[in-house]
């Protein structure tokens, strides 16, 4: 309300993948390992990380009440299927001129290829970039909580949540 005219834009990404590359960052001996000061606790990161997304979809909510018409959610999924289409987007949505050959080669040169394997990999802060991998890194029990406290978020964000035990794909 204070600021009528003003964008808001918020990048969201399938939260089991959120939660699938939090786990991964916070075993010992990766790359967010010597920053924490608590115990590996891998069921602690899953619930706190379910109640953050609890918060994340009020906020949501608030945002596309207040601000119809101005909220830009971006997409992780979209940025790595047809990165270069989805800056060009943003782009047109903040109204910022854009050089289609300069966001090509940014685009380029920060793709997720170009980077070293020794830079990317579990346990580092460049993972995998996989969309979709916590059908394979997330426990059952995981999956089931995720989908029984985010299932409406999830689905009503268009990620699918499956049926049945476990909800995998």
Same mark, same amino acid.
């Given at each position: ?17 959120? /939660?699938?590359?939090? /786990? ?53 999924e ?20 854009c050089d289609?050959?300069?966001?090509r080669?940014s ?35 995981? /999956? ?19 049926d ?6």
């Amino acid at each position: 309300k204070a600021m009528p005219r003003a964008k808001a834009i918020f990048m969201l990404r399938d939260p089991r993948d959120v /939660i699938a590359s939090l /786990i991964d960052a916070r075993k010992p001996g990766s790359w967010m390992d010597e920053r924490l000061t608590q115990e590996f606790d891998r069921d602690k990161i899953v619930k706190q990380s379910v109640r953050r997304f609890e918060r994340i979809a009020e906020v949501l909510g608030d945002l596309e009440a207040h601000a119809a018409g101005r909220f830009f959610e971006m997409r992780y999924e979209r940025l790595r299927s047809d990165t270069y289409a989805e800056m060009r987007h943003l782009a047109h949505v903040l109204d910022l001129p854009c050089d289609e050959e300069m966001l090509r080669r940014s685009v380029e040169r920060h793709d997720y290829e170009r980077i070293p394997s020794e830079r990317k990999g579990p346990g580092k802060f460049v993972r995998t970039a996989k969309v979709g991998g916590w059908a394979a890194e997330l426990e059952p029990g995981e /999956i089931n909580l995720i989908h029984r406290r985010l299932g409406s978020f999830l689905s009503g964000r268009g990620y699918p949540v499956p049926d049945g035990p476990a909800g995998r794909p």
